[in-house]
């Protein structure tokens, strides 16, 4: 079944409490309507912010006398619930989250297929949950008598002196923000408001297993799979929009979209000046005839957005920032009213895409690798496209889809010499050959967009063996100052910045 147009909510900002406490001013990076929310339950008061995009944020919350339920993102799994719980096929994802923690406690996180992160307040409890990948990243910050918890820092930042934070073992600890956590990915925090207790159960983890499935088995189970993840995604009215490279991931992509879409489908590339993988994009759009739109950004503008993509997504890995600031721009361009944008990233990371190895044992223990250390890089955040109002969700990294390339043994993703075999192979009927057959290449690198920030600093003066350790402390350097410090990216010079750093030897 196709998702509504948009999510009910994006984010949000909460403070549960049993004595006093002000909430900290909701400030976010995503765009969108606020609604205030501020109940008196039977022991304790919540007072929330909800972001959202449509008028009202009616479907992302649920409230009776003793608890609350705030849900930002959405369900993918939506019919399997309703045949555990009978619900309405209208039911919003709020509703559902609420019948599952009825029927299942905390134990209701297991059962979701989603991209979202939820609250679930109870009695004196709190239970802040993640989806299994932490898509849409979560905070918390406890102490007795009051938890905070926001789908952006930097809506905690505000909230004063760490003295009486609790600590949550097993939880990341946040730079600059002391008494912050960030929830894990597939992980439920429960809390005790009363008392500042707070415990962290696993709702998913990475599979580590690998099955020595028959190639044409696995060839159809990934078809069958993503098929169903991209129908899962589309809008129930309106255009899809699929932001396509010309890489084999995003193709495959935008040609289930086109099969299964009762619409056109509509798809955008971004380029720089320096470099675009245009003419690649464009022969994938004309074999499945969507209405294609390319737009251009000149590279200093691009490296201008630094600032702006480490505010979103909230991140301190520089590939990461890397990767995500081309699409930072691309989101930033769509314009127009709010849309339901799929991509094709992430497929990399369960295929080793991009380690380009040969050797199975090594490309095996590098998936499992970045399967076990993804957390946290907040790489699939829907920041990135909400700062524009949009909303992106990435069918490889669907609870199902992601599971079952993992668990592929590394012959069936490299094979015959090719990364991504399996998927390849999956898609053949779909696509150009040219398009079936074309190696990987990285947003980062299909941008020019590694060039031309290595430029920048080089030109600040810094040796090649110190170009990787200025970036780092760039991205350092920007989250502390839009982060942590609350500076906003419009007014931070990327140059000066370089400058300092690489004049300074550091920050
Ligand atoms: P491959 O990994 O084989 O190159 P790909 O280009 O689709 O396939 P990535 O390079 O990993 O995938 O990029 C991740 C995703 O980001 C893409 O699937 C696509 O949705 C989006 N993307 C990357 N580059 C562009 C671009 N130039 N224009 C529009 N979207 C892009
Ligand atoms: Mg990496
Ligand atoms: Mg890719
Ligand atoms: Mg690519």
Redesign the pocket.
Known sequence: MAQTHLPAAYGFLASAHTSGGRMPAAVFATLGRQTLLAERLRAQTVDAVLVHPGSDADGAYTTDGDSLLLFAGEIYNREEIHGTLGTEESASDAVLVTGLIEKYGLHAFRMINGRYAALAVSGTRVLAATDHAGSVPLYVRVEPGRVLAATEVKALAGAGPAGRCAPVLGARRVRGLPGLHQVPAGAVVDIGVDTGSAAVHRTWLPPVHRCLTEPDDAVNAVRAALDKAVVRRLPAAGRPL????????????AALTAGASATRTD?????TDVS???PQ?RVVAEHLGSDHRE?TVESGELLALLPHTVHAAESLDPEVIE?LL??TA?YRCIGGPPRRV???????IPLG??HREDRLPNLDAAVALDMDSFDGLNEMSPVLSAVSGHWST?P?WDREVLELLTSLESGLKRRFGR??WVLRASVSDLLPTETVT??????????GTTASFSLLVRRAGAGEEDIASVKAQVVRHLFDRTVVGGEQPDDIDIEDVIDKIVGGGGT
């Open positions: 699929v932001v396509l490279s010309g890489g084999i991931d995003s193709s495959a992509v798809t955008l590339s971004m380029g675009n993988e245009f994009a737009m990767y081309p699409l691309m799929l991509t094709g990233y992430g497929a990399d895409g991009m990435h490889y990364d991504k074309r190696p990987k290449l990285g947003v980062h690198e299909g941008s």
